[in-house]
């Protein structure tokens, strides 16, 4: 689609996703009242002057009068300028076209009805003891059975309440529904039906028939805190091959991917290398849960919808040229360099030091793209899923012995499976770690007993070393010789600077060089690598490779180090 038209979208939702997530639902002090409870007090103890209102659906059409020229304190200062109300409504509650009595009170009539959609109102709602809810859960720090959730089980709540309740600078509604048609995918969603998965959802791409649905496995959420569970490390095959197929589907224009703020700008760059399409990916977040003060999320989601119905992001064949990108407040981030800094709106900044906002959105709504990635992604990618082998090589030790054994990477119907996503681990060091002047002896242990692990797993598998700015080399030399150690054990290490590095990293010999990427970004791209060559050769002994074993080791980073080159 071109221009302003509107355009097809497909919503992912993501784990822990604080722009899918609401603050608690409160019992009012209307509630309380009516049940004989305490009220809610504010810090002099006296009652709350005003509940939280929060969106719900009439049961049944209600006629309401609104007081003429309440919605603005200057609105009768400008009374000339307006009609006349619908009516008038005396002190005995009763509804007249004329005026009977100077006390009458000026009114509009409305009919409300549940078609109208959502309306902000007192919650009313009880605990089943008759007690009042004051958070999330029934019983404060207790079991899974007495929690509810504030997250919602996929976006079209989230995007139904900003359609209907969010107002544009023009003083209307209907941000979204006037810009878009959107169909809502629970890829991993951050809220889960632990009753079991309503049948209406179970049809949708990537939903499954799932009953009960289980936190940790089905969906996470960060709430209530003590329950807070983040995706494991297989549920990225779903993630990938799900986002894959709804973007391969032909049905949409662009597709938003939803998620915790602070773990947004990982899965968007998973998405720009693995995700073989030509449309573009928008990653949401938010700073500020839906629904409370000062929102951010709202905005973030229909400046999503506008970029995609700009079309800047098409190059002259119409292919997306930007790849994918976060939009948070008002500005284009490329995946690549994208980064969350702080927990507040504006807290997303470009990594790098080279660039990486490509565009904005204009305070009056007009989208911009200033500057295009110089690196691959998407469609472009050399290590997208359609790119991957079937099958790979990983390293796993048996009874002593170094030996390799296949995995499959991806299926017969070329859906990326579990047992392919490489286990690959963060490691940094600070300076000063020798224990004495006189001998080399930090604390290696760690670092030696991640290595075994690692090579008991039978899986593809690497390590990202975060050191020294811009170098990447650890400041220990005993760890710097361990990770060339398990590169002859078949397992690779990318070297990064520490931090959010603007300098190129150096290339060491046996190590692959990470340019400026964050260890984050970096152990994405590894993991990527892994599924695309699979284990480097194995030594007959590690410690003491042979010139021709070296040459090997080198010739198979080659390959892993042009993809660090180039995306």
């Not at 990938?240 to 703020?261: E, V």
């Not at 048996?398 to 991806?410: A, H, Q, R």
């Not at 070393?465 to 400041?475: H, I, S, T």
Request: glycine fraction near 10%; hydrophobic fraction near 35%; charged fraction near 25%.
């Amino acid at each position: 689609m071109t221009g302003r038209s509107k355009v097809r979208i497909a919503h992912l939702s993501g784990p822990t996703a604080t722009i899918q997530n609401t603050p608690p639902l409160v019992t009012s002090n209307k509630a309380r009242a009516r049940h004989g409870l305490p009220a809610r007090a504010d810090a002099d103890g006296r009652p709350m002057k005003f509940d939280a209102l929060r969106a719900q659906r009439l049961a049944a059409p209600v006629r309401v009068y609104v007081e003429q020229f309440s919605a603005h304190p200057l609105e009768a200062d400008a009374a000339e300028l307006y009609g006349s109300p619908d009516g008038y409504l005396g002190t005995d509650g009763a509804f007249s076209k004329e005026r009977r009595d100077d006390s009458d009170k000026a009114v509009y009539e409305i009919e409300l009805s549940p078609e109208d959609g959502l309306y902000p109102l007192p919650y009313m709602a009880l605990q089943a003891d008759g007690s009042a809810w004051e958070e999330e859960m029934a019983v404060p720090g207790g079991a899974e059975e007495k929690a509810r959730q504030g997250f919602f089980p996929d976006g079209s709540r989230s995007f139904e309440e900003i359609d209907r309740l969010s107002i544009e600078g023009a003083g209307t509604a209907s941000a979204i529904s006037s810009r878009a048609e959107v169909d809502f995918y629970r890829v991993m969603p951050p809220g889960g039906f632990k009753t079991g998965l309503p049948a209406a959802l179970r049809t949708d791409v990537g939903s499954g028939d799932i009953a009960p649905e289980k936190r940790g496995r089905h969906f996470n959420g960060y709430r209530p805190y003590h329950l807070a569970s983040a995706p494991r490390r297989p549920s990225l095959a779903k993630i990938t091959n799900d986002a894959q197929a709804i973007a391969g589907s032909g049905k949409y224009d662009g597709l938003i991917w939803t998620q915790g703020s602070p773990q947004l700008e990982e899965t968007v760059y998973w998405f720009n290398l693995l995700i073989d399409t030509t449309l573009p990916i928008c990653g949401n977040a938010a700073q500020r849960p839906h629904g409370q003060m000062s929102a951010d999320g709202p905005q973030n989601i229909v400046d999503s919808i506008a970029f995609v119905q700009s079309g800047i992001w098409k190059d002259a064949a119409g292919r997306n040229r930007c790849g994918t990108v976060v939009v948070q407040e008002q500005q284009y981030f490329a995946a690549r360099e994208v980064t969350k800094v702080d927990a507040r709106p504006g807290g997303y900044r470009a990594t790098g030091g080279h660039g990486g906002i490509l565009g904005q959105t204009s305070h009056t709504g007009q989208t911009a793209l200033m500057y295009l990635p110089a690196y691959k992604h998407t469609y472009l990618s050399d290590v997208n899923i359609s790119k991957l082998p079937s099958s790979n090589r990983a390293v796993r030790r048996t009874n002593g012995t170094l030996e390799l054994v296949d995995i499959t990477v991806k299926d017969r119907d070329g859906k990326l499976t579990e047992e392919a996503i490489p286990s690959v681990s963060i490691i940094k060091d600070g300076s000063y770690l020798d224990e004495e002047y006189d001998s080399v002896s930090d604390d290696a242990e760690d670092l030696i007993a991640l290595i075994e692990y690692k090579l008991s797993l039978g899986r593809l598998t690497g390590f990202v070393a975060e050191g020294l700015v811009p170098y990447g080399r650890l400041p220990s030399s005993l760890r710097d010789r361990l990770v060339v150690k398990a590169a002859f054990s078949g397992i690779p290490t990318v070297r990064v600077g520490r931090g959010a590095p603007e300098g190129f990293a150096d290339r060491f010999p046996f190590t692959l060089a990470g340019s400026n990427l964050t260890a984050i970004k970096a152990r994405l791209a590894l993991m990527a690598c892994l599924m695309k060559f699979g284990a480097l050769p194995i030594a007959t002994d590690p410690a003491n490779p042979t010139d021709a074993e070296k040459a090997a080791t080198t010739a198979a980073l080659e390959q892993y180090q042009a993809v660090f080159d180039s995306h």
